[in-house]
């Protein structure tokens, strides 16, 4: 009965920045390993970032440098934030959370556009 939302994408211009979130809703006091993915127009979904529950991060080499996940177990919130944004970031974006349980949770995703 876990729920993710994400929130935050939109419309931004090449070289631009957006930060998206995402809240987990449920009975979980933490976030456990959150991940971001993405999927664009016919292409293979892909790992962006991910973030353990102790706190260890992981950035595909496409976003390094660009890209940060991070959490914030207050709030029940994993964050991704862009910088540097390029036209092949097109997207969906969309969150995984994994508490352990028989299965992952996904979001329903939130459409970035990178565009002039």
């Known amino acids: 009965q876990v729920r993710l939302v994400e929130s935050g994408g939109g419309l931004v211009q090449p070289g631009g920045s957006l930060r998206l979130s995402c809240a987990a809703l449920?009975?979980?006091?933490?976030?456990?390993?959150m991940g971001w993915y993405r999927q664009a127009p016919r292409k293979q979904r892909e790992l962006v970032a991910r973030?353990?529950?102790?706190?260890?991060?992981y950035h595909a080499d496409s976003v390094k440098g660009r890209f940060t996940i991070s959490r914030d177990n207050a709030k029940n919130t994993v964050y991704l934030e862009m910088k540097n944004l390029k036209p092949e970031d097109t997207a969906v974006y969309l969150c995984?959370?994994?508490?352990?349980?028989?299965?992952?949770?996904w979001g329903q995703g939130t459409q970035v556009t990178v565009s002039s």
């Open positions: 995984n959370g994994d508490w352990g349980l028989a299965r992952t949770y």
């Open positions: 449920g009975m979980f006091s933490s976030i456990g390993h």
């Open positions: 973030i353990t529950s102790d706190g260890h991060t």
